[in-house]
């Protein structure tokens, strides 16, 4: 099992940065700057909390490459550049939301065909489809 595989899982995003000193040591840096340890003893898999000081930050890595980013049909895309292929980062399905305010025609009536979140306007009034089929409208007044 890859338990600092498992740690880093359970502390993503809950502090600034995590690094992986060595086979048994992973360093944390907390927000206020303080840096902290875990390390794993031996056969026993105990994980040690290392205080402060105890804990010592890996080395410096290399600069990461730059990437580009695309939008296909389907997904946003990453690679990196230079690379020839693209890999898909997230379905736009997954990050898609509901259709927002959708401006159509006045209804002929309060019954007309219409879904949730339809508006319309005409020299009167200002009409809004609060679910399928029913709308409701609001009188425009003068200037005001």
């Known amino acids: 099992m890859n ?3 498992l740690i880093k899982s359970r502390v993503a995003g809950k502090v600034p ?6 086979e048994d040591t992973l360093a944390l ?3 206020d700057g303080k840096l902290f340890g875990l390390r ?3 056969a026993s898999k ?6 402060g000081g105890d804990a010592v ?11 580009e980013l695309q939008t296909s049909a389907t997904h946003i ?9 693209w890999l898909n980062l997230v379905a736009l399905a997954d990050i898609t939301g509901p259709t927002g305010i959708e401006l159509v025609d006045p209804p002929a009536g309060n019954n007309a065909v219409g879904v949730f979140g339809q508006i319309a306007f005409d020299d009167d009034y200002m009409y809004l489809c609060t679910g399928i089929n029913t709308w ?9």
């Open 136 to 144: 409701k409208r609001i009188p425009l007044m003068g200037n005001w």
């Open 40 to 42: 794993i003893n031996g």
């Open 77 to 85: 895309q990453w690679r990196y550049v230079g690379d020839e292929s």
């Open 3 to 5: 338990y600092w595989k």
């Open 29 to 31: 840096n907390q927000a």
């Open 57 to 67: 930050p890996g080395p410096a890595g290399n600069d990461g490459r730059e990437i």
């Open 17 to 22: 940065s995590i690094n992986q000193v060595d």
């Open 46 to 51: 105990e994980v040690v909390l290392l205080a």
